[in-house]
């Protein structure tokens, strides 16, 4: 089976940098996904890693390390829009399908 | 636009009755998913489907059923049977195998 542990919240203050943490116990490890999900809306996706560094996309970075099972998604120059959920999710290749494993959520909630 | 259409955004089911939740994609994808979602709580994996004519239960299938008789469409059941199906109900599609999925808005579905 796989476990993936998130925090549950985390506040930070407009203009500040967010690390969401998440741990993740599987076999066959194939890939970790970030999304947003905005109260009530779809998650939208924001980033993938398969291999181990950092993946830059503006204001956003995740990073991965597989030999830990650790990756964090980091939220820079925090904006009052970035209010939302952030779910980690993990895909195995011994999960058929192609399916992913999601956390329970971290809810960011951003303070002016 | 091509994209995930989901509805109704809202729905209501009497005791004892099943309800149908549709999922429209133009996006020419080969792979469909249905989620759950409680409130706080990750997405959990009721059914997916990798090609028309073929689906496969999640970890949740319980209660539920689908069908994928087109490629574009793959429609949700909650039966009587599933005794809490009160919840926020995401469908789910993707492209190729290294591919995010991307998520319609999701359908509400309440008790009466």
């Known amino acids: 089976g796989q476990n993936i542990d998130q925090p549950t919240e985390m506040t930070a203050t407009e203009g500040a940098i967010v690390q969401i943490n998440c741990t993740y116990q599987?076999?066959?490890?194939?890939?970790l996904f970030w999304y947003q999900q905005h109260a009530g809306e779809a998650p939208t996706f924001l980033s993938y890693n398969v291999l181990d560094g950092l993946e830059e996309k503006g204001r956003f970075s995740s990073f991965l390390s597989r030999s830990k099972g650790y990756s964090y998604l980091l939220l820079k120059e925090l904006q009052m829009k970035d209010s939302a959920s952030y779910l980690c999710a993990v895909r195995s290749f011994k999960a058929a399908g192609n399916k992913l494993t999601f956390g329970g959520g971290t809810r960011v909630l951003v303070k002016p | 636009d091509g994209g995930i259409t989901q509805s109704p955004k809202y729905l209501f089911r009497k005791e004892g009755q099943n309800v149908t939740l549709s999922c429209e994609q133009n996006?020419?994808?080969?792979?469909m998913y249905w989620y759950r979602q409680d409130p706080g709580q990750g997405l959990r994996l009721i059914y997916y489907s990798q090609i028309v004519n073929d689906f496969q239960k999640g970890d949740i299938a319980e209660g539920y059923s689908v069908s994928r008789e087109k490629k574009e469409s793959f429609p949700l059941t909650v039966t009587s049977a599933q005794k809490n199906p009160t919840a926020f109900y995401l469908c789910?599609?993707?492209?190729?195998?290294?591919?995010?999925?991307?998520f319609g808005d999701g359908t509400r579905l309440s008790i009466l």
């Open positions: 996006l020419n994808h080969d792979a």
């Open positions: 599987t076999s066959g490890f194939n890939g």
């Open positions: 789910a599609s993707r492209a190729g195998s290294n591919q995010p999925q991307h």
